[in-house]
């Protein structure tokens, strides 16, 4: 019987050519065929991705790739965080099938048969540049739900690959409606008291929530008291925005950037405004641990057969929220099985038109 095209590696040679030729062997141990594929490099390689890619393609045979680096990658059954590393999927779904796009916005692909679907963008975004128009106008001209994440680099190579180094700023492949992609998102966060609305901002601040002074709601959500040590509950404390007219319950985490404790403002990682909708959560590792486990096993009912899967976690979950990076992938393959999987640790991660922060984003093909 031969083996599915579909198949992922990862190495954790410290040399960026060696690195790629285990990488190209264990993919070709593996299986054969494909027509494209998935390469994520962490920072700490410190490669060039061209000259991989070079030597990913002469052994695989698969000449377009797509991909960009991480605090961390994920290839197979494991992951590697803060340590040079290469991860690889190899995908073969039909050329015509797929589109990749670097500075020229993608177009529609034409869907065929009864059951075609919406079409599916994986992207990748240098954070360095603003990107949140990008996204959207992607979203506008290909009619596509948007997965993806932010690159993550402590050097100073941001590389992203979209058949090669890509140099637009935001690149990735466009799936056609025929290509079945199932997508969940993993908040990893427990809600401290109720859902509030913002009554008064100044400066951008935080005034009010329900008519009363912001830290004093959320001294009351936490049940305790002024003389409370605030710099060890911001540790873990942050806010959880609603996203509007959502009937999901879907909504996006801030850090909680600091708070004014004269006269009781507290400032938030984002946009805020009178009339938003806001609840204080908090990050622990029981809470991530039984909502990433869930994400994935109703994400796993939604799909017969899942031939694939890209995992986009955010570079403070890993070793940050579990004990590894790859206890992590231990928990996704607790509920997923073993389909091969590709990922990275990103500065941010993509799920329709929203980029979220502290979540793992899951896409299973």
């Not at 990488?23 to 390469?39: E, I, K, M, Q, S």
């Not at 679907?117 to 001209?141: C, K, N, S, W």
């Not at 690959?161 to 990893?188: E, F, N, R, Y």
């Not at 405004?273 to 959560?281: D, P, R, S």
């Amino acid at each position: 019987m031969p083996l599915d095209p579909f198949r992922a590696a990862l190495s954790t040679e410290t040399d960026p050519a060696r690195a790629a030729e285990s990488l190209a062997d264990a993919l070709v141990a593996r299986g054969t065929g494909g027509t494209l594929g998935f390469l994520y490099a962490t920072d700490r390689l410190k490669a060039d991705l061209g000259p991989i890619v070079e030597i990913l393609a002469q052994k695989t045979g698969v000449a377009d790739w797509v991909g960009t680096i991480g605090f961390g990658v994920i290839g197979g059954s494991d992951a590697a965080y803060n340590t040079p590393a290469l991860a690889a999927m190899i995908a073969d779904w039909p050329r015509e099938r797929f589109r990749i796009f670097d500075k020229e916005l993608p177009e529609p692909i034409a869907a065929t048969g009864i059951l075609s679907g919406m079409a599916t963008a994986i992207v990748h975004v240098d954070p360095r540049r603003p990107f949140e128009d990008a996204l959207q106008a992607i979203t506008a001209r290909a009619g596509a739900y948007l997965v993806g994440g932010l690159t993550a680099s402590r050097t100073k190579r941001y590389d992203q690959l979209a058949g090669k180094v890509a140099l637009g700023g935001t690149s990735g492949v466009l799936l056609g409606p025929d290509i079945s992609v199932a997508i969940g998102v993993s908040q990893g966060c427990s809600a401290i008291g109720p859902v509030r609305e913002i009554t008064d901002v100044r400066e951008n601040l935080v005034a009010e929530l329900d008519g009363e002074v912001a830290l004093q709601a959320l001294l009351r959500d936490l049940a305790v008291t002024e003389e409370a040590d605030l710099r060890e509950l911001l540790l873990s404390l942050h806010v959880g925005l609603p996203v509007p007219h959502c009937d999901t319950g879907d909504y996006v985490v801030r850090n909680i950037i600091g708070i004014n404790t004269e006269n009781g403002r507290i400032g938030v990682g984002d946009h805020v405004e009178v009339g938003q909708k806001l609840f204080f959560c908090r990050r622990d590792r029981a809470a991530a641990t039984k909502d990433l486990v869930g994400m994935v096993e109703k994400l796993r009912k939604r799909t017969s057969a899942p031939r694939g899967a890209l995992y986009v976690s955010c570079c403070a979950r890993g070793p940050n929220m579990f004990e590894s990076a790859s206890e992590e992938v231990a928990l996704v393959r607790s509920a997923l099985g073993d389909v091969p999987l590709v990922g990275f640790y990103a500065n941010g991660e993509i799920s329709g038109d929203r980029i979220y922060g502290y979540t793992g984003v899951l896409a299973l093909f």
